[in-house]
């Protein structure tokens, strides 16, 4: 997620258990767009580091299959890696889950500021060529930090304007626009036989209030699915839940046994 780094949630633990029993290694990626690198990056340098982790574990750890695990913007870098990254490390990721795939131009919107002036001036600075000049810091209040993050004209519109590059996940795009953005997880689960599961915390303080969470996973699920509730992505609303599972009786290990029960369907890795 924004800003996160080592160990970004509590249930990594529990993850990590739940792998070694099945067989699995767990590898979590320190990138450059960890912590607050993430102001002056974007999906494609995600995908593109990503891809190289994954291939010197190939290469040199005798990895064999991957299962991607993201939590909060961690998603849009596993729906962008499945759709942008190298086809042979695409063909090898037979499962993932998305621990709340919010959408960050909703959430921006519980911040305090003035949102649509902060879009006007990165959309200023675009149109003059001028996509890496930095916003200026009140422009994207961090509400758990307590300061304002740095953040690039161009990173601050792929996340927070309509149709920015992260915007895959919004509740006012259509049923049409969303499964432009996330078909392709059908196709690949044709293709590959990737299963994806999707987990939506129904009270995730970075979501609206008022927005029907399970209303959205379905609308979000189907769009992977390219119409249809049933298809290689299922959904997993996770009831007491916040962000990152640390509030909410059990919640946190019913998501760790549902990403464990779809990594059974695959081989175990010697």
């Given at each position: 997620g924004l800003s996160d780094g080592l160990?970004?949630?509590?249930?990594?633990?529990?993850?990590?258990?739940?792998?070694?029993?099945?067989g699995w290694s767990l590898v979590q990626p320190i990138l450059s767009s960890s912590y607050l690198g993430f102001g002056n990056g974007g999906l494609d340098r995600d995908t593109e580091e990503i891809g190289?982790?994954?291939?010197?574990?190939?290469?040199?750890?005798?990895?064999?299959?991957?299962?991607?695990?993201?939590h909060s913007t961690g998603c849009q870098n596993s729906i962008h890696f499945l759709k942008a990254g190298d086809t042979e490390m695409i063909d090898r990721v037979k499962v993932v889950a998305l621990q709340a795939p919010v959408s960050?131009?909703?959430?921006?919107?519980?911040?305090?500021?003035?949102?649509d002036s902060n879009i006007k001036h990165a959309k200023t600075l675009l149109s003059q060529n001028k996509g890496n000049e930095m916003m200026p810091r009140s422009s994207f209040w961090a509400p758990i930090l307590k300061y304002g993050v740095s953040s690039t004209a161009s990173r601050y519109l792929s996340l927070f304007d309509v149709n920015g590059a992260d915007d895959f996940f919004s509740s006012d795009l259509t049923n049409d626009e969303l499964t432009e953005r996330l078909g392709h997880i059908g196709r690949l689960g044709e293709k590959t036989g990737l299963r994806l599961l999707a987990a939506y915390s129904n009270k995730d303080e970075y979501v609206p209030p008022q927005l029907d969470k399970d209303?959205?996973?379905?609308?979000?699920?189907a769009a992977m699915n390219n119409g249809e509730q049933d298809g290689a992505a299922e959904g997993l609303l996770l009831q007491n839940a916040n962000h990152n599972l640390s509030d909410g009786s059990g919640d946190s290990k019913v998501f760790v046994q549902a990403v464990g029960d779809i990594m059974r369907t695959f081989k175990r890795i010697d």
């Open positions: 160990i970004p949630t509590p249930y990594t633990s529990d993850l990590e258990q739940e792998c070694h029993s099945l190289a982790l994954m291939n010197y574990l190939v290469c040199h750890r005798y990895a064999d299959n991957f299962a991607l695990v993201g960050d131009r909703e959430s921006i919107t519980l911040s305090p500021g003035d949102h209303a959205l996973l379905k609308r979000l699920v």
